[in-house]
């Protein structure tokens, strides 16, 4: 806008003073282009996720009907999320393991909230490439380590969910949540 | 383009020279809509409202798009795929709100550029290819609309597609075939919502395919002007940009400002109730309007109320219909006079003033319930329309003495500073 | 050549219109159009102001809980309000914690399914869901209303003409039909004897056929106690549930008036700016 080509055109401008007009074409462009950034934003947070879609970003679980040994497999945000419950043998399983020793080292108490060891609550998603690991479901295999299995590549995981064998790379994702009550857990 | 005397396009940067070389889009743009396309001086401020026309293109596409992305076309879940983008969207009130209105603000737009070229003659020798494909344009557009209003799947959207297609069920032998094939079922369903949307995606981009011929076509002779005379030379002309480009700029705010005054403060004003109560195929709403725009031939089509020998009314209403869009195919040879603008036409501009009041009446009959007195006046506007067309614009042009015209656009220029 | 046929064209146009608009004329004169009891007896809503017209205008949120309130003690029994999610009622003013108790405690359960057996059920409700319909479905809703469907009252207030001072004006227009005069001093049944109200309709002059289905459903001052004080005459809760279906058919208006604010005075400056840029670049172009 601001180069005027002044020899072109008809009625030539009056040579001084030219230049600090341009001033207000420069103004105008600059609001202009402020004004086309600001409406860029809706245009691109209009494809973050909706308010019905944050509304169930957090869910309640009742853990009242899952018996000791049992898991279960519901929905959190649209991906498998485990719930189970551990037995005391599950858990001394998990305890035992020298956890310095594994890939992504971590004990079970770090992945389950104090006085609820028996409650360990993970993602059902691989790390790996993202499958769904067996193991949850009623006579689904459980793998090497007694945990879960990922039929895709082939990882292992023990009964804290920990990577024991196989390409995953990472523990099955322990998600925030937290007891609204003694058997109601609220996930997210 | 035509012009000898248009700038040339000359890279400065070496970054520019190599992408010239390579692929000369910026001199395609400079000599489209650039520094390049020498314009005539005297343009006024109902010149700006063809840029405006590709403004509102624009905004409609970009919604459009973002839209789509949210919206199911499915008749069990399009109503409420409509609401949840009212209400859960992130800023989907605003982008729903800004396509319906931009769909207003589109024909309003147009139709102010269609009676500016049909004031100042634009439809003339050597235009008329110009004129041609904006009446391809203008009848997409309205196809465009029709399809995309639908959508939303409320009562006007579903009884406005049920009436419509009945147009084509007054084609004799072959209409119920073709009503039946268009809606892919014997009422709106999903298939017909489902192609609607379909269309309803396609048709813009096939109208800025068409709109860039239209420019095209614009650029061999260049630019009307408001006496109508040829440009002579260059001092007859300045570069579109900047001189054209700033004008625009400041139309466009004008136009932005009214546009968006109408989206956050009356957003529902140019919508209709009904279309807010979910499509019902078991009731139908008391007066079934369509848009605004579509009004005036709304008014025609019910203008026809007798049969006429063997021609039911419902077939001569579809005629007569279609025909006042296709009649303007035919403007630029029904009208011979060769003095292009209005301002030079004694009589041809009191005609047209009242073709413009014509109009505004059918527009009102249009949008008004079908009962007396709004059938007899629009009976005598599309009387009236018809007539202005097909036999009095022949005759004026014959017989009208037009007023003495300037030697160039330059002289007319000087002259009328020289009065103020 | 096209001269000639446009002129034939146009020729048998304008006959064909002008045939058609004397013989309109003729039996228009002849047999003038038979006047309806809606036409001469319809009255347009009465003037509501709420606190969100006008350009600037906010909810006026305590309405809003009246209103709600309203809705859910007495509309609510029969309409639905299916676009609206129990989550969307923290925009009223009420907590997090409210809008669950809301949710959980609402007279109609959310559809469900057994989960041991796989019956249909319905389970009690939380703030993701939306507010569940009265009725498992349209036959159940008219088998329940005499044949008449309540519609959803989500849009209604965009749905009507006039919006929330057409729902004010229906709920408190309920009148006696024997001796409703309208405003030139007819009176209805003497005009139009054969246009008494059916059984089991009610007379409601601002309804579009006068006679609605739904009995006057705030019968009494006092049918419901709000907790902010308010005397709860009819007049006020006809109000209130007005001002709240205002508010269900547009949730983002302040939104929408707030950004509009920001917008325009942008754009009164941005066009201000290129004014004086188009003159500036004009400036000593005669044109």
Same mark, same amino acid.
């Given at each position: 806008?601001?180069?005027?080509?002044?020899?072109?055109?008809?009625?030539?401008?009056?040579?001084?003073?030219?230049?600090?007009?341009?001033?207000?074409?420069?103004?105008?462009?600059?609001?202009?282009?402020?004004?086309?950034?600001?409406? &860029?934003?809706?245009?691109?947070?209009?494809?973050?996720?909706?308010?019905?879609? *944050?509304?169930?970003?957090?869910? @309640? #679980?009742?853990?009242?009907?899952?018996?000791?040994?049992?898991?279960?497999?519901?929905?959190?945000?649209?991906?498998?999320?485990?719930?189970?419950?551990?037995?005391a043998a599950e858990i001394a399983a998990a305890d035992k393991v020298d956890a310095a020793s594994l890939r992504d080292p971590q004990t079970l108490e770090q992945r389950t909230l104090a006085g609820k060891k028996q409650? &360990?609550?993970?993602?059902?998603?691989?790390?790996?490439?993202?499958?769904?690991? *067996?193991?949850?479901?009623?006579? @689904? #295999?459980?793998?090497?380590?007694?945990?879960?299995?990922?039929?895709?590549?082939?990882?292992?995981?023990?009964?804290?969910?920990?990577?024991?064998?196989?390409?995953?790379?990472?523990?099955?994702?322990?998600?925030?949540?937290?007891?609204?009550?003694?058997?109601?857990?609220?996930?997210? | 383009?035509?012009?000898?005397?248009?700038?040339?396009?000359?890279?400065?940067?070496?970054?520019?020279?190599?992408?010239?070389?390579?692929?000369?889009?910026?001199?395609?743009?400079?000599?489209?809509?650039?520094?390049?396309?020498?314009?005539?001086?005297?343009?006024?401020?109902?010149?700006?409202?063809?840029?405006?026309?590709?403004?509102?293109?624009?905004?409609?596409?970009?919604?459009?798009?973002?839209?789509?992305?949210?919206?199911?076309?499915?008749?069990?879940?399009?109503?409420?795929?409509?609401?949840?983008?009212?209400?859960?969207?992130?800023?989907?009130?605003?982008?729903?709100?800004?396509?319906?209105?931009?769909?207003?603000?589109?024909?309003?737009?147009?139709?102010?550029?269609?009676?500016?070229?049909?004031?100042?003659?634009?439809?003339?020798?050597?235009?008329?290819?110009?004129?041609?494909?904006?009446?391809?344009?203008?009848?997409?557009?309205?196809?465009?609309?029709?399809?995309?209003?639908?959508?939303?799947?409320?009562?006007?959207?579903?009884?406005?597609?049920?009436?419509?297609?009945?147009?084509?069920?007054?084609?004799?032998?072959?209409?119920?075939?073709?009503?039946?094939?268009?809606?892919?079922?014997?009422?709106?369903?999903?298939?017909?919502?489902?192609?609607?949307?379909?269309?309803?995606?396609?048709?813009?981009?096939?109208?800025?395919?068409?709109?860039?011929?239209?420019?095209?076509?614009?650029?061999?002779?260049?630019?009307?002007?408001?006496?109508?005379?040829?440009?002579?030379?260059?001092?007859?002309?300045?570069?579109?940009?900047?001189?054209?480009?700033?004008?625009d700029g400041f139309g466009l705010g004008v136009f932005l400002l009214l546009y968006c005054g109408m989206l956050f403060f009356a957003p529902n004003y140019m919508g209709h109730p009904d279309n807010y109560i979910a499509?019902?195929?078991?009731?139908?709403?008391?007066?079934?309007?369509?848009?605004?725009?579509?009004?005036?031939?709304?008014?025609?089509?019910?203008?026809?109320?007798?049969?006429?020998?063997?021609?039911?009314?419902?077939?001569?209403?579809?005629?007569?219909?279609?025909?006042?869009?296709?009649?303007?195919?035919?403007?630029?040879?029904?009208?011979?006079?060769?003095?292009?603008?209005?301002?030079?036409?004694?009589?041809?501009?009191?005609?047209?003033?009242?073709?413009?009041?014509?109009?505004?009446?059918?527009?009102?009959?249009?949008?008004?319930?079908?009962?007396?007195?709004?059938?007899?006046?629009?009976?005598?506007?599309?009387?009236?329309?018809?007539?202005?067309?097909?036999?009095?614009?022949?005759?004026?042009?014959?017989?009208?003495?037009?007023?003495?015209?300037?030697?160039?656009?330059?002289?007319?220029?000087?002259?009328?500073?020289?009065?103020? | 050549?096209?001269?000639?046929?446009?002129?034939?064209?146009?020729?048998?146009?304008?006959?064909?219109?002008?045939?058609?608009?004397?013989?309109?004329?003729?039996?228009?004169?002849?047999?003038?159009?038979?006047?309806?009891?809606?036409?001469?007896?319809?009255?347009?809503?009465?003037?509501?102001?709420?606190?969100?017209?006008?350009?600037?205008?906010?909810?006026?949120?305590?309405?809003?809980?009246?209103?709600?309130?309203?809705?859910?003690?007495?509309?609510?029994?029969?309409?639905?309000?299916?676009?609206?999610?129990?989550?969307?009622?923290?925009?009223?003013?009420?907590?997090?914690?409210?809008?669950?108790?809301?949710?959980?405690?609402?007279?109609?359960?959310?559809?469900?399914?057994?989960?041991?057996?796989?019956?249909?059920?319905?389970?009690?409700?939380?703030?993701?869901?939306?507010?569940?319909?009265?009725?498992?479905?349209?036959?159940?809703?008219?088998?329940?209303?005499?044949?008449?469907?309540?519609?959803?009252?989500?849009?209604?207030?965009?749905?009507?003409?006039?919006?929330?001072?057409?729902?004010?004006?229906?709920?408190?227009?309920?009148?006696?039909?024997?001796?409703?005069?309208?405003?030139?001093?007819?009176?209805?049944?003497?005009?139009?004897?054969?246009?008494?109200?059916?059984?089991?309709?009610?007379?409601?002059?601002?309804?579009?056929?006068?006679?609605?289905?739904?009995?006057?459903?705030?019968?009494?001052?006092?049918?419901?106690?709000?907790?902010?004080?308010?005397?709860?005459?009819?007049?006020?809760?006809?109000?209130?549930?007005?001002?709240?279906?205002?508010?269900?058919?547009?949730?983002?208006?302040?939104?929408?008036?707030?950004?509009?604010?920001?917008?325009?005075?942008?754009?009164?400056?941005?066009?201000?700016?290129?004014?004086?840029?188009?003159?500036?670049?004009?400036?000593?172009?005669?044109?």
């Amino acid at each position: 806008m601001a180069t005027l080509e002044h020899s072109e055109t008809p009625g030539e401008v009056a040579g001084d003073g030219v230049r600090r007009r341009d001033f207000i074409n420069i103004a105008a462009v600059s609001f202009a282009g402020v004004g086309a950034a600001t409406v &860029l934003l809706p245009l691109i947070n209009q494809m973050n996720p909706s308010a019905d879609v *944050l509304a169930l970003a957090s869910i @309640e #679980v009742d853990l009242a009907a899952i018996k000791e040994g049992q898991a279960i497999k519901t929905i959190f945000r649209k991906q498998p999320l485990f719930v189970r419950h551990l037995t005391a043998a599950e858990i001394a399983a998990a305890d035992k393991v020298d956890a310095a020793s594994l890939r992504d080292p971590q004990t079970l108490e770090q992945r389950t909230l104090a006085g609820k060891k028996q409650w &360990l609550i993970t993602m059902g998603v691989c790390t790996h490439l993202g499958c769904v690991p *067996l193991g949850a479901g009623e006579g @689904e #295999v459980k793998g090497e380590f007694g945990g879960y299995f990922c039929p895709c590549h082939g990882s292992h995981y023990d009964t804290a969910a920990r990577i024991r064998k196989g390409p995953a790379p990472k523990n099955l994702e322990v998600p925030v949540y937290k007891f609204a009550s003694d058997t109601v857990v609220q996930v997210g | 383009m035509s012009f000898p005397w248009a700038n040339h396009y000359a890279p400065k940067h070496p970054l520019m020279r190599w992408l010239d070389e390579k692929l000369p889009l910026p001199r395609l743009v400079y000599n489209a809509v650039g520094a390049g396309y020498p314009v005539p001086r005297n343009l006024n401020y109902f010149w700006n409202f063809g840029v405006l026309s590709g403004a509102a293109l624009g905004i409609q596409l970009i919604t459009g798009i973002i839209l789509a992305m949210h919206y199911a076309a499915n008749g069990l879940v399009a109503f409420d795929s409509v609401e949840h983008i009212m209400r859960d969207v992130n800023s989907g009130w605003m982008l729903r709100y800004a396509h319906a209105n931009g769909a207003s603000f589109f024909f309003i737009v147009v139709y102010l550029h269609i009676f500016r070229g049909l004031y100042y003659g634009s439809y003339k020798a050597p235009r008329e290819m110009v004129w041609l494909l904006g009446l391809v344009i203008f009848l997409l557009m309205m196809a465009t609309a029709f399809m995309g209003y639908v959508l939303p799947w409320g009562q006007m959207s579903f009884w406005g597609a049920k009436v419509i297609t009945g147009l084509f069920g007054a084609i004799p032998v072959v209409g119920g075939p073709i009503q039946t094939w268009l809606l892919g079922g014997f009422a709106p369903d999903n298939a017909a919502l489902n192609r609607f949307f379909s269309l309803h995606y396609l048709l813009p981009f096939v109208i800025a395919a068409v709109i860039i011929l239209h420019i095209w076509a614009l650029h061999i002779p260049g630019s009307n002007n408001p006496t109508g005379v040829d440009v002579k030379g260059p001092q007859d002309t300045v570069p579109f940009h900047p001189y054209y480009t700033a004008k625009d700029g400041f139309g466009l705010g004008v136009f932005l400002l009214l546009y968006c005054g109408m989206l956050f403060f009356a957003p529902n004003y140019m919508g209709h109730p009904d279309n807010y109560i979910a499509a019902n195929p078991l009731s139908t709403p008391a007066h079934i309007v369509p848009e605004w725009y579509f009004w005036p031939f709304y008014a025609i089509l019910r203008a026809f109320t007798f049969d006429i020998w063997f021609i039911p009314a419902k077939l001569l209403g579809v005629i007569a219909m279609f025909a006042s869009i296709l009649l303007l195919f035919f403007l630029p040879w029904l009208d011979k006079s060769p003095v292009r603008s209005g301002n030079y036409r004694p009589a041809f501009k009191k005609f047209f003033v009242l073709l413009v009041i014509d109009v505004l009446i059918l527009g009102y009959c249009g949008g008004a319930p079908a009962e007396e007195p709004y059938v007899m006046i629009s009976q005598l506007a599309a009387a009236y329309y018809f007539a202005h067309f097909l036999i009095i614009l022949p005759i004026v042009s014959k017989l009208e003495k037009p007023l003495p015209l300037p030697n160039s656009i330059t002289e007319a220029v000087l002259a009328k500073s020289g009065q103020a | 050549m096209v001269r000639l046929i446009a002129f034939l064209a146009g020729l048998g146009f304008v006959g064909i219109l002008l045939y058609s608009l004397i013989m309109g004329a003729v039996s228009f004169v002849s047999e003038p159009p038979a006047k309806t009891v809606e036409h001469e007896f319809h009255l347009h809503p009465k003037e509501l102001h709420l606190a969100s017209d006008g350009p600037l205008g906010k909810f006026d949120r305590q309405q809003l809980q009246r209103g709600f309130q309203v809705y859910k003690e007495v509309c609510a029994a029969c309409h639905s309000l299916h676009q609206v999610a129990f989550r969307d009622f923290k925009d009223l003013g009420f907590s997090e914690a409210e809008v669950k108790a809301i949710a959980k405690g609402w007279a109609t359960e959310t559809p469900s399914v057994n989960p041991e057996t796989g019956e249909p059920a319905t389970r009690k409700s939380t703030p993701a869901d939306k507010i569940p319909s009265p009725y498992a479905n349209e036959v159940a809703a008219r088998a329940a209303n005499n044949n008449a469907l309540p519609p959803d009252l989500s849009l209604m207030s965009k749905a009507r003409h006039d919006g929330g001072a057409y729902i004010y004006s229906l709920l408190t227009g309920y009148t006696d039909q024997a001796g409703f005069k309208n405003h030139a001093g007819q009176e209805l049944l003497k005009e139009f004897p054969d246009a008494k109200t059916p059984d089991g309709l009610h007379f409601n002059p601002y309804f579009a056929n006068l006679n609605i289905a739904m009995p006057p459903p705030l019968a009494a001052d006092g049918q419901v106690t709000y907790a902010d004080g308010t005397v709860a005459t009819k007049d006020q809760m006809a109000k209130d549930v007005s001002a709240f279906l205002v508010w269900s058919a547009e949730p983002k208006l302040e939104a929408r008036h707030q950004t509009g604010v920001a917008v325009m005075i942008f754009l009164l400056i941005a066009t201000v700016l290129a004014w004086f840029s188009y003159r500036n670049i004009w400036a000593g172009i005669k044109h």
